[in-house]
């Protein structure tokens, strides 16, 4: 069996447990190429107006797959914990796909932890789906966890091994989804690198860890995914020279945390990036060239203070 | 006597200057864009070198800034290519070194840079709407019956400013008419418009930041003294518009070009060099990158635009 799997949003987040999960339990799986420029527009037709354009971004791909695969992969999530959530489209999602897309066919998974949901619950349920025995589907699950895990470890440690280096260091503050899209993200990462800087990603430190971390600086957020990214700030406040908030319009969680955090961090330079379909390169490098100017003088006074 | 040039392409206007290496303008101008950069730069450096004719003067190194720095760095073989929040902030540095403050109002944008201790430590830009900015006055005045210079020396007449809501432009001309319309008088709704652009420039643009004196005021709408005003009455302090404020810019990044130490004469015959752009739409993925080609003559100089490696040979 051939399994769709869009290159968006928790693609990002889950595309090595998704991959070993499904392949283990015997199913092909078809992967959609990088965004472009075609399937941007592609997924802004599939959408409503005021859905994000992360998420329009989402239904491009899933147009993509359909008739290159048996099923397209799109979980139900709605929380991680008691008293946490995610944004809504992320329990949305399946539902809309499915009325918008009527001639194609998807499987689901639902996770909800509030609810005792769980992550094994969920994947027992879609390995019975796939027609696979609870203890196959037990194995591969947990071969599936194992291997996200041993690769998360190796990103942070990757990450880690920049903590020593003198160029100058940039967090940037954004759900995965949006910095390693090719048409969001990439662009930016890459003008950064060619300014010789290195780039600290907020997804890639122990999500739990991240998640209580967090509450340096909000002890009443509960989105999620916005926990997650929001902790490493913190984790990394010591080493990073500048912060970079580079979000979808127009995303509500973002918008919220952004404004919150812009008041709250004092002494470490900050900027927010806001893209979507419509953002020119030209708007978009004025804005970094000058915030890396800005880290740039303002590291070189301290050094010389310090010196 | 080495000099230096910088230039500043906007999109509505062009400035250069030359500067000698204490940063004293030695020759400058200001004209407008017209939709072609590379034939504005032309008339600037035909104007500049005329300027500085016949006095011993040499260009040692060329820095660009605005909109279309790039191609115009391309085109005159800049030393120095400089985002113009930077070149904005060392230009005026260089006027006022104390400077902590820099209001910038232009045609269809708005700025604001502070520093401190001479550094830039943080900015903002107004990024979906174009209103408060010297488009909004322009057509407030016009529907007004008034020239647009005529604005801020009517608003100083005025006793009683008019208030009128400076959220957004279309409420606030809806605003204005209707203010009008009751009887209100001109140079009260004139000194109402100046308020509304300086409440809506702070609530907009300098939301959340700290402004401290010096403060410098640039951009075509510095002109008005009617928004000076309201500017100085808001803040509680002076507020300097500089002669030269227009040129900013161009100034900072003739610094700039100095300073990074490259040098090469620069000859002005440039002038008379033919440059040709062409836009090709790269067909090799389904990202239709456009890729802009810069010829001299027969020869690429440069070309950009693309997302990737397979854009390069389009």
Same mark, same amino acid.
């Given at each position: ?307 | ?68 720095? @790039?191609? $115009?760095?391309?085109?005159? *073989?800049?030393? !120095?290519?400089?985002?113009?929040? &930077?070149?904005? #902030?060392? %230009? =005026? ?17 708005? @700025?604001? $840079?502070?520093?401190?201790? *001479?550094?830039? !430590?943080?900015?903002?830009?107004? &990024?979906?709407? #174009?209103? %408060? =900015? ?27 400013? !008019? ?152």
């Amino acid at each position: 069996m051939k399994i769709g799997i869009p290159k968006a949003l928790l693609y990002y987040k889950y595309r090595i447990m998704w991959r070993s999960f499904l392949e283990d339990l015997n199913c092909e799986v078809v992967v959609s190429p990088n965004t472009n420029k075609a399937i941007m527009d592609t997924g802004e037709n599939y959408s409503i107006d005021e859905s994000c354009t992360s998420a329009k971004i989402f239904m491009g791909h899933v147009s993509w797959l359909i008739g290159k695969c048996d099923y397209i992969l799109i979980p139900r999530i709605e929380s991680y914990a008691n008293g946490d959530t995610v944004c809504t489209k992320f329990y949305a999602l399946y539902d809309i796909c499915r009325s918008t897309f009527p001639e194609a066919k998807f499987i689901c998974y639902n996770v909800d932890y509030a609810h005792h949901q769980t992550e094994w619950k969920a994947y027992k349920q879609l390995g019975e789906a796939l027609g696979a025995s609870v203890f196959h589907t037990r194995r591969a699950y947990l071969n599936a966890k194992n291997e996200l895990t041993v690769y998360e470890k190796i990103l942070q440690s990757n990450q880690d091994d920049l903590i020593h280096s003198d160029n100058l260091k940039v967090l940037i503050v954004s759900h995965p989804y949006n910095i390693y899209d090719e048409m969001l993200g990439t662009p930016i990462i890459r003008f950064l690198k060619d300014l010789n800087v290195d780039v600290f990603f907020a997804d890639i430190p122990d999500s739990a860890d991240m998640c209580a971390k967090s509450k340096h600086l909000s002890r009443s957020m509960y989105w999620h995914y916005n926990k997650e990214i929001v902790g490493s700030i913190s984790h990394y406040e010591s080493i990073i020279d500048g912060i970079i908030f580079l979000t979808t319009f127009p995303c509500g969680p973002d918008s919220l945390t952004v404004e919150l955090l812009l008041r709250k961090i004092k002494g470490i330079p900050m900027t927010n990036l806001v893209v979507d379909s419509n953002t020119g390169e030209a708007g978009l490098h004025t804005r970094i060239e000058s915030f890396i100017d800005i880290i740039a003088e303002k590291k070189k006074r301290g050094d010389e203070y310090v010196g | 006597m080495k000099a230096y040039l910088g230039v500043d392409i906007g999109s509505i206007s062009t400035k250069g200057v030359v500067v000698d290496d204490k940063a004293q303008i030695l020759a400058h101008e200001y004209l407008w864009t017209e939709g072609n950069p590379i034939h504005a730069v032309k008339r600037v450096i035909d104007a500049l070198q005329k300027q500085i004719d016949g006095k011993d003067i040499q260009v040692k190194a060329v820095g660009t800034t605005g909109s279309a720095r @790039k191609l $115009i760095g391309v085109v005159l *073989g800049a030393q !120095t290519v400089k985002n113009e929040i &930077t070149a904005h #902030a060392i %230009g =005026t540095m260089s006027r006022v070194p104390d400077v902590r403050t820099i209001f910038e109002i232009g045609g269809q944008d708005s @700025k604001i $840079i502070i520093l401190e201790d *001479g550094i830039v !430590t943080d900015y903002a830009m107004n &990024t979906l709407c #174009a209103a %408060g =900015t010297g488009s909004f006055l322009m057509s407030q005045a016009k529907r007004l019956g008034l020239a647009i210079e005529e604005l801020g020396e009517m608003a100083l007449k005025s006793q009683n400013p !008019t208030r009128i809501a400076a959220r957004c432009t279309v409420f606030a001309e809806s605003d204005l008419v209707h203010k009008a319309q009751i009887g209100h008088k001109k140079e009260d709704i004139v000194a109402g418009i100046c308020n509304a652009v300086v409440s809506n420039y702070l609530n907009n643009v300098g939301k959340g930041k700290r402004i401290a004196a010096p403060i410098v005021f640039q951009g075509g709408v510095s002109k008005n003294v009617g928004v000076v005003r309201a500017f100085e009455q808001v803040t509680g302090s002076d507020v300097y518009v500089d002669e030269f404020g227009h040129l900013m810019g161009a100034l900072g990044v003739a610094v700039l070009a100095k300073q990074s130490g490259k040098e090469q004469n620069f000859d002005f015959n440039i002038q008379h060099v033919e440059f040709i752009t062409k836009g090709t739409e790269c067909k090799k993925c389904a990202n239709n990158c456009e890729i802009i080609h810069v010829y001299r003559g027969e020869d690429v100089l440069d070309s950009w635009g693309n997302r990737c490696e397979r854009g390069v040979s389009a």
